[in-house]
């Protein structure tokens, strides 16, 4: 179980810093993952990044675009230890929330609340309407954990690539994968 790949998905949310870096610590560790990217998302990266698909692309197992809905992780009995979708926008929060599996990212993260295995949600959206408040009730009864993109600072971060790792620090500890992401808070 502790050796079975992760899924990384990434949706068009702002803050794919944060899957680059969740990235970069997987493939320094050597723990293998697959990576599936939405149509919104790769959008997303040209705005906001200077990072190309195939910086991150190069370190997964496999990619799969959005409407790979034949490739292995759509289907339950491929075996892996769960599925973190980071950043996750509030579409893809609905979809999953309501079982549309419209996508390659709703459908395997269907499969992981059928399976009861690790569904990891990295919202990133503010304010929160009510029905985003409704779809991660929802989503917290059928097992997934939202662990939103907010930053602490008992850490002090001094750059951004700190409150990134931070984040990525969080995913990890979901799945109890040892990291040195962050610092863990002391009591001074
Ligand atoms: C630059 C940019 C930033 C965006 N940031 C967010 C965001 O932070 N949260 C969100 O829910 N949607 C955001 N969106 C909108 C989503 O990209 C849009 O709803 C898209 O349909 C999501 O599709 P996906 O979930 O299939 O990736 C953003 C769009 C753009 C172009």
């Known amino acids: 179980m502790e050796n079975l790949p992760i899924i990384v998905a990434i949706s068009g949310a702002s803050g794919i810093q944060y ?6 610590i997987l493939s320094s560790l050597n723990y293998p993952f697959y990576l599936i990217w939405t149509k919104a998302a ?5 705005y906001e990044t200077n990072y190309s698909f195939e910086d991150l692309e190069k ?3 496999d990619t799969f675009e959005e409407q790979d809905i034949s490739s292995p992780i759509a289907s339950g009995s491929h075996p892996v230890r769960g599925m973190v979708v980071i950043p996750c926008s509030s579409k893809t929060l609905g979809l999953i929330a309501h079982g549309i599996d419209l996508n ?4 395997a993260a269907a499969v992981q609340l059928k399976e009861k295995r690790k569904l990891i ?3 990133r959206e503010t304010p929160l309407s009510l029905p985003i408040i409704e779809n991660m009730r929802i989503l917290t009864l059928a097992g997934a954990t939202i662990l939103p993109a907010s930053p602490g600072f ?4 001094q750059t951004l690539d700190d409150m990134y790792s931070f984040i990525a620090g969080k995913v990890l500890d979901q799945f109890a994968i040892k990291h040195n992401s962050y610092k863990k808070w002391k009591t001074p």
């Open 121 to 123: 949600l990295v919202l």
């Open 104 to 107: 390659l990212v709703a459908r």
């Open 59 to 61: 370190k997964a197992l």
């Open 19 to 24: 899957a680059n870096k969740l990235v970069n």
């Open 42 to 46: 790769k959008k997303v990266l040209k």
């Open 154 to 157: 008992y850490h002090e971060p």
